[in-house]
């Protein structure tokens, strides 16, 4: 069986993955900051975990997990400036920081069902953890890792000894980064808030007690803390998109190591950006933010179709979003479902020659363009139907596509008519009769929206499920 290789960050190259405590293996994702809908970009980072989940799966590990929903601390600007996004947002919508996290969490999860993305073992709000984060940041202050400036407790990034051994950055360019200007307390640029201060005389919605005083935690240390927590002896794989790499992830593995004394995670994986066109990456702020709803659902396409468009491309490629392309991924899975609706319903035996291929693209750091390719191969082959429809099952464990529930729902639009639309279909065949094309092509119009077309043919009409 073909060895599951990953990109790791930390060392650059693709690395035989080796979990410290098999067959279990513990995996961290950075889940949502909950002050907005999660934008097609975001979910990509969603669709990729679940692709990486999966197919540890297959390979047959047991995965823990863990994913947190960050509901206070996440500042404007990443590098510890700015306002809390949680403060604003609840301000722009008129409701409380708390109503604005439950709401967005009930949305982000509805996008996730719709994706097929397999629920994490556990989610973890920032706000439930506050004590775990307060004893974290005592940790490292008795280790003399953190200083107090006017707005907050800092962590002294000049004494951990590789602080960019994630961002392979010289340290000038992360302090180009960091912007020193917008906090001139601070030792040094790369330094980021631990603990920040309620401001003087100001209520915030969101603040705690601390031996510090009333404040919140700084987004770093809610990933290094429930990390540390929720995964102890497990710490195998952490993942986010690339714009983590320099500061978050950074600053989480800062923290946990000089508390610990420890290595944190073994292996880090980071998805490339979904862009608008022009190379420009989507983002919560301003006119390139696209919701699944908006860009996928509204338009009439498959939720699946956005995860089917995300598989085209190598998670480590950046991915253009465009309009043709999502209709045209639309199309490939409503085909990929009518093709397997042909397939009948008994259920063979799995290939082992094209398991094995599959296995070789996975495998290879998360291929999925060239699983895809292999189950295109599959449904080309001299396999019997009953073993195509068994390895296709097989392989959707990893792809996630719903191709069983896809092409069973076109089956029983093409067997089940429902009596409306029959209704419609005989009115037509009517109006086509008595030459009335106007009124054919008007009942046509009514068929389509209730999901059905019309393919005339020299043998007569006949109704097909819009698939
Ligand atoms: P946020 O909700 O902003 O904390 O981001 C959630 C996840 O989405 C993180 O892993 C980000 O790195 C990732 N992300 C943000 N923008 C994009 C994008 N345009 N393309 C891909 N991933 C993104
Ligand atoms: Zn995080």
Known sequence: MPKLRLHNTLSQRLEVF??????????YTCGPTVYNYAHLGNLRAYVFADFLKRTLLYNGYEVKHIMNITDVGHLTDDADAGEDKMEVGAEREGKSAWEIADFYIKTFKGDLRALNIIPPTKY???TEYIKEQIELAQILEEKGYLYRISDGLYFDTSLVPHYNKLSHLPLE???EGARIEKNPEKRHPTDFAVWKFSPLGQKRQMEWDSPWGKGFPGWHLECATMSLKLLAGHLDIHTGGVDHINVHHTNEIAQAEAATGQTFFHYWLHNAFLNIAGGKKMAKSGANFLTLQAAVIDKGWLPLAYRYACLEVHYRKPMEYSQAGLAAADKALRWLYREIATLGQVVGQVSPLFKEKFLEAINDDLNSPRALAVLFKVLNS???????LATIKDFDEVLGLDLSGGSQHYLEMLTNIPPEVQALFNKRQTARENHNFQLADELRRQLASAGYGVEDEPGGSR?????
Do not use: M, T, Y
């Not at 001299?382 to 195509?388: A, F, G, W």
């Open 18 to 27: 080796e979990p410290q405590r098999p067959p279990v293996v513990g995996f």
């Open 124 to 126: 973890c709000r920032a």
């Open 173 to 175: 360019k992360l302090k």
């Open 382 to 388: 001299q396999l019997s139907n009953k073993d195509k």
């Open 463 to 467: 109704l097909v499920p819009l698939f």
